[in-house]
Each structure stands twice: as structure tokens, then as C-alpha cells.
């Protein structure tokens, strides 16, 4: 055999074992690494405020892939004056050895959340889902984008088919850009508000902006309440550029924008569109306080063809018929958010 036909038969082989090789390196160094950082980290802060716990860990994938596996997965959250928790049975990160970074993570079996709020009040909210998928994109060391999708949704307090929530940095402004949908959810009485048990769809888009106050948030550096107030003190803003409700028999559009206050309350001021199937509809005596203001007002705006606005003064909502300055309803307080 001739030097030339040897090395068409054995170059093509070096270059596979040349690159597997380099796999099972790649994939030590990503796997080890992560693995490390998993057993140094378990029981400890992984991020200001942010606590991570679980009982083992697997890691698997050789080559190409690296795959974790986390056993009774919990993360809890804490800032000076609330906190919150979440624990899952079976928790899984897939990430590849190469190309962009990127990683997708699944979760199993009941999904607890459990929260305190600023006046010290307990809750908590359990619910198994057909399946929970998200993913996380990393841009020079941050993250650039989150996409969360939960298909299937079992609990006493909401059932539904499919909720999904996307935010990412805007690649042509300033401003961090959410997208959150729901679809089918069926709501425990103490959800209804008084306008019923089906909310049919729900679609929430808008946009944070400046994004710069979110940097060290996204980088890991920092708390979120102390982000939020780096982001209220640089004249930050919620514009919400879309919010469609089909509750019921009620059809509710709503956009404004929205700021914290020194107080950490909601200040801002939205235009509102309601559509009532049920002309005839009253809310009973347990519906909330804004869903019997927003009926009163309805009848009020159906005998001419205005929408309804509402204006957020440190945290108290008051509705009225746009330009009517005689016909307001208080519709109930939004306690601080931090």
C-alpha cells in the first residue's frame, strides 16, 4: 500500500479520535466543573439573597452533552423584608459541551412555592404539572433571555392547560421586553374576584426600561429588591403594552404605565376597555372591591361610548369614566411590592 493510500485510510480516524479526545475533555472540564460548583454550593448562597439545597446529584451526557440531575430541589429566596421558597422532587439542567450558551432545564413532580410579603402574611401554592420546561441563554457572562412553558397545570387552587413566561433583553432599546400567557385556568372561589371560576385567556406584554439597573441582577451580583430600587431610582417604568383578560363573560383590555414610589408603591395610571356578555350581571357580596367598582362603572359607560381609566396613587386604585371627573369608584389598595 503506498504512503498516500495509507494516509486516506488512517487520517480521516486520527481526526476522529483527535476530536473524540477533545470531547472527553471539553466534557470533563464543562461536567466537572459544574459538578464542583453544584457540591460547593449546596446549602450555601449562590447569588445575594439566593440559597440553593438539594439531596444528590447525577451527572451524565458523555460527550456532547452535560446532563444534571437534582433530587428534592429547593432555592429560597430572601431580602430584608420578605422571602419565598420553591421545591421540586426531580430537577434536571441540560446543556451542551458546545455552541452557544445556553441551558434547558425540566422539573417533576409537585411544585411547591411558598412566600411571606411585606406584612409578614404566610402563602403558599402546590401544583403538579404535565410537564415544566425553560431555558436560559447567557450573553458575556449574563443572562440575555428566560423562557418558561408549563404545560398541564393540577392544583385545589388553579387548574389549567398551559401557561408560558419570555422576557429578554431588547436588542434595540434599552428595556427588558416580558411576554406572560395563560390559557383554560380554572379558579378555587377565593380567586374569582367576583367575575367567575373560568378565566378563559390572560396575555400580559410590556417592558422594563432603562435595563441597565437589571445588569447585576442578571449577572448574579446582586438582589432582586436592591435591583428594584436601583431601577426605581433611575426613573424606571413598566410600560404595559398589552393586557387581555377573557374572564368569564367579561372581555377586559388594559395598557398605561406604571412607577414605584419612594414607598415601594404602585404609581401610574392605565386606560381600560370591559365588554359584559351578561348585561344584567351584579357581583354577590364576596366579589373583590375593583370587581363591584368596574360593574358600577360599566353601567355607566355603556349609556355612551367611553372607556373606563384607572389611576394608582401610592398603591390606592381609583376607576372612573374617562373624562368624567364627577364619577370615580375606589377599587382597593396594592400593598408595597417590596
Excluded: C
Aim: charged share 20%; hydrophobic share 45%.
Amino acid at each position: 500500500m503506498r504512503y498516500s493510500s495509507r494516509l486516506f485510510l488512517y487520517a480521516p480516524l486520527l481526526v476522529l479520535a483527535v476530536l473524540a479526545v477533545a470531547a472527553g475533555l471539553r466534557w470533563q472540564s464543562v461536567a466537572g466543573g459544574l459538578e464542583k460548583w453544584l457540591q460547593q454550593h449546596n446549602g450555601h448562597e449562590i447569588a445575594p439573597g439566593v440559597t440553593l439545597h438539594f439531596a444528590s446529584e447525577t451527572v451524565s451526557g458523555f460527550p456532547f452533552n452535560v446532563d444534571v440531575l437534582l433530587k428534592y430541589l429547593s432555592i429560597r429566596v430572601k431580602t430584608e423584608h420578605t422571602s419565598a421558597s420553591w421545591h421540586t422532587d426531580a430537577f434536571a439542567l441540560h446543556e451542551l459541551t458546545f455552541g452557544r450558551s445556553q441551558q434547558i432545564y425540566e422539573a417533576a413532580g409537585a411544585q411547591t412555592f411558598s412566600w411571606t410579603d411585606v406584612e409578614g402574611s404566610a402563602h403558599h401554592f402546590v401544583f403538579v404539572p404535565g410537564s415544566l420546561q425553560a431555558s436560559a441563554i447567557l450573553s458575556q457572562g449574563r443572562l440575555a433571555r428566560f423562557d418558561l412553558d408549563v404545560n398541564g397545570i393540577g392544583s385545589k387552587d388553579i387548574s389549567g392547560a398551559r401557561a408560558q413566561l419570555h422576557f429578554r433583553k431588547a436588542p434595540d432599546r434599552d428595556a427588558i421586553e416580558f411576554v406572560a400567557v395563560a390559557d383554560h385556568l380554572h379558579l378555587s372561589p377565593a380567586l374569582q374576584a367576583g367575575f367567575g371560576a373560568d378565566l378563559h385567556h390572560v396575555a400580559i406584554a410590556g417592558k422594563f426600561s432603562p435595563s441597565t439597573a437589571f445588569i447585576p441582577l442578571f449577572e448574579g451580583q446582586e438582589a432582586w429588591d436592591r435591583t428594584a430600587e436601583a431601577w426605581r431610582n433611575n426613573r424606571g417604568v413598566l410600560n404595559l403594552a398589552e393586557l387581555n383578560m377573557d374572564w368569564d363573560h367579561m372581555q377586559i383590555r388594559a395598557r398605561g404605565d406604571i412607577h414605584l414610589n419612594g414607598k415601594h408603591r404602585l404609581d401610574g395610571t392605565a386606560n381600560l376597555h370591559i365588554e359584559d356578555s351578561r348585561n344584567t350581571y351584579t357581583p354577590d357580596v364576596s366579589a373583590g372591591r375593583f370587581a363591584q367598582a368596574l360593574v358600577r362603572l360599566r353601567k355607566v359607560a355603556r349609556e355612551e361610548p367611553r372607556e373606563i381609566s384607572a389611576n394608582i396613587t401610592s398603591g390606592v386604585i381609583n376607576l372612573r369614566v374617562t373624562n368624567s371627573q364627577q364619577i370615580i369608584e375606589s377599587a382597593g389598595t396594592i400593598e408595597p411590592i417590596y
